[in-house]
């Protein structure tokens, strides 16, 4: 049957029959009674309406695809072929040594030159951000990776794909990992892959690291059989798996922490520390603690339900067993993990900063949210108890702030200075909490430095670059979500220290050459190709007396 | 079968029109793809594809539709409908590309909240009570800015449309 539809600009859509709509969009979002299609069934009787209704789903199909998960459909021998490249993955340590090379080659002499001033003034660790607002490609995501060893400064750029919505792990790392094909022919999970609930994946041999969202990252070691359950959990029917959960480290970030790990014979449960479980062909189920505590809880054979009785408490060194007859029993011998993923040189571990950080015993020197109306759009920043004199330098039409939607548009991409001269004996904490949207890639940097010269600030001591949001900034931030980059002066001892924190999590820390002392600013930089809306955007400067 | 892969979009796009339950068509995208690679022996390379896929995908989901009908009571289209439907979306694909760059570009327009509740509905991972409860509004609330935003995108794409037949 031939149905003559108009096309869509042959219909009105100024003020299209309000029922229509109505019916389209209650059926469209659901769930639809059998008196709503109907409905919708008799005011399709017009073709034109068909026109609108064609065009909804279009537009609900078109949003579908961009923001839901699925797996794309894969003939079984790409699958396979898939499955097979795998074996290929470049390690870690390439990624980070191919990534240092195209950023040599992107910043050239510039790069070079930094590399010689910070190898001579001993700074350590200067994130390098940006190339959108210089025209060049698009980097996904910077990064800063530093081998205390060498105290070298080295800086990942990676294309990395944005985690997708709704996913609640990463598949971070693929050490010669084949996948078995399944029966469903779905394509095997590649590096940075947003893993989603319900998944499960039968991995044949080599090594997968997976990041959760509730901050465990885990080693699946294959041949395993495993599943991710919740940004918190996950299943492993059969095969070993290792699991690290920094509780602290993710509190600091702003996770709600916590990790378990299901078998067909226990729930593991991580109260903090690493782990091994191992899961044999009948579902035994073998845990060793490496570090801190953990609780093994077997499952009841009858009603599948847990005997909270039954459940036994491992500290680090301790192993224990639920055999099939899902009894819990302690035993000696620990099984052999793989811990780490093989051929990883470069570290990027937390060293825990040298002080603690009294929020409530710091002054507040400055805090500004940008939502004046003078040069950065604060005319004076709300410093000093809302008393400050002094103005930001900084081009007078680049930020605009809109109170409709509490949000910062900088039109004009650059660096705006502050007067501040740090004194001896602090800790002065800088910070700005930005939140980039999803689909404008920006840097934003932050620090101190002596002079108010944008050209000079790649070159000064002081100066720390982290990454901003960015569409696929996952590790650090994830589209839209909320990130926190603090720079802290210590200047109690006698060289003063500089530690980069990302969201809290210390990147980075180096002792500061003598002429330090003449720092006469504070500084922020935004790069971006085009104009940028932050969601939010504040900043604040607070001072302590360094505690002894 | 390199179409097929290429095609998956638009055999999304069909198969939503024909079913109101999104969360039933990707389950049957899947199994439209095995299916049609299945039978990729009948097909005729010098054939256009997609009328091909989209007759096989009308009668897979006509049988799967009369299926939830009778299992499970869900409510769908008449037979009759699902037919006029399909040939509509065939004909009205002919543009999508079009439509879709267009709609590319209104999305950009919207304020950062609009676009954030577009990809909490559209994301699936939650109902639309739950988003509602989560955003601190009634479903019915909801529901109505769903209705706006998709007039006003439409609306944003009709007049593209004009301007660029118009040049």
């Known amino acids: ?548 | 079968m390199e179409m097929l892969l290429i095609h998956q979009r638009n055999l999304h796009t069909f198969l939503l029109t024909l079913l109101p339950h999104e969360d039933d068509v990707d389950d049957l995208l899947q199994q439209i793809c095995l299916a049609l690679w299945q039978k990729k022996d009948s097909y005729a390379p010098d054939r256009p594809f997609l009328p091909w896929a989209y007759a096989f995908a009308r009668n897979h989901a006509l049988k799967y539709l009369q299926q939830q009908s009778r299992d499970k009571q869900v409510a769908v289209f008449h037979g009759g409908l699902l037919e006029q439907l399909a040939v509509a979306r065939e004909t009205f694909d002919a543009s999508a590309d079009t439509r879709r760059q267009a709609l590319a570009a209104c999305l950009k327009r919207l304020r950062p909240e609009q676009r954030q509740l577009l990809e909490d509905r559209f994301a699936g991972t939650q109902t639309l009570k739950q988003l509602a409860a989560a955003t601190g509004v009634s479903a019915a609330s909801l529901t109505m800015k769903l209705q706006r935003l998709r007039h006003a995108l439409l609306k944003c794409v009709q007049h593209r449309l004009a301007r660029e037949e118009a040049t």
């Open chain 1, 1 to 548: 049957m031939s149905v003559p539809v108009p096309p869509l600009t042959a219909i009105s859509l100024a003020e299209p029959d309000a029922d229509l709509l109505t019916t389209i969009c209650r059926v469209c979002d659901g769930p639809a009674t059998r008196a709503d299609m109907d409905h919708l069934e008799q005011l399709l009787a017009d073709p034109a309406a068909i026109t609108l209704y064609l065009a909804v789903r279009e537009l609900d199909a078109t949003l579908i695809w961009k923001n839901r998960w699925r797996r794309p459909w894969q003939p079984p021998q790409l699958a396979a072929a898939a499955a097979s490249s795998q074996s290929n993955q470049p390690t870690l340590a390439d990624r980070v040594e191919s990534a240092f090379d195209r950023v040599a080659t992107m910043f050239g002499t510039a790069l070079l030159s930094l590399g010689h001033r910070l190898g001579s003034r001993a700074v350590i660790a200067v994130l390098l951000t940006m190339t959108i607002g210089l025209g060049m490609a698009a980097v996904w995501q910077a990064g800063l990776v530093v081998e205390p060893a060498l105290r070298l400064v080295k800086a990942v750029f990676e294309r990395q794909p944005p985690r997708l919505p709704g996913s609640v792990a990463c598949l971070t790392d693929l050490h010669d990992a084949t996948w078995a094909v399944t029966d469903d022919a779905a394509e095997p999970p590649t590096q940075f892959a947003s893993l989603f609930p319900g998944q499960w994946f039968d991995l044949e041999a080599g090594l997968v690291e997976i990041s959760f969202d509730g901050g465990a990252v885990a080693l699946v070691e294959g041949p395993a059989r495993f599943s991710i359950t919740a940004a918190r959990t996950c299943g492993l029917e059969q095969g070993r798996l290792t699991a690290t959960l920094d509780k602290a480290a993710a509190k600091s970030a702003g996770i709600q922490a916590g990790f378990a790990v299901e078998t067909p014979t226990a729930t593991v449960t991580d109260l903090g520390t690493s782990f091994g479980v191992a899961v044999g062909a009948a579902g035994e189920t073998d845990v060793s603690v490496f570090d801190g505590l953990v609780e093994l809880l077997p499952r009841s054979e009858k009603d599948d339900a847990f005997k909270p009785a039954k459940r036994l408490r491992l500290l680090a060194g301790e192993s224990a067993v639920v055999a099939t007859d899902r009894q819990a029993r302690r035993q000696t011998a620990q099984v052999d993990f793989i811990r780490t993923v093989p051929g990883r040189t470069v570290v990027d571990q937390q060293p825990p900063l040298p002080f603690s950080w009294k929020p409530g015993a710091a002054a507040i020197i400055v805090a500004e949210s940008f939502a004046g109306s003078g040069p950065l759009h604060g005319s004076t920043p709300a410093s000093r108890g809302g008393t400050g004199t002094e103005q930001w330098r900084a081009p007078r039409d680049g930020w605009q702030y809109d109170p409709e939607q509490d949000a910062v548009t900088v039109t004009q991409a650059g660096s705006a200075f502050l007067p501040f001269r740090p004194q001896h004996g602090f800790l002065y904490r800088l910070s700005i909490t930005t939140t980039a949207p999803h689909d404008q890639p920006a840097a934003v940097g932050l620090g101190f430095t002596p002079t108010a010269d944008p050209n000079q600030l790649d070159i000064d001591f002081s100066w720390s670059h982290d990454p901003a949001t960015s569409p696929s900034d996952a590790s650090a931030a994830g589209a839209g979500v909320s990130v926190t980059r603090t720079v802290i002066l210590d200047t109690s001892l006698g060289e003063w220290r500089l530690f980069s924190l990302l969201n809290n999590r210390l990147v980075s820390q180096s002792v500061l050459p003598p002429q330090a002392s003449q720092i006469q600013y504070l500084a922020i930089t935004v790069s971006a190709g085009s104009p940028i809306t932050f969601h939010s955007l504040s900043l604040a400067l607070q001072k302590l007396n360094r505690p002894r």
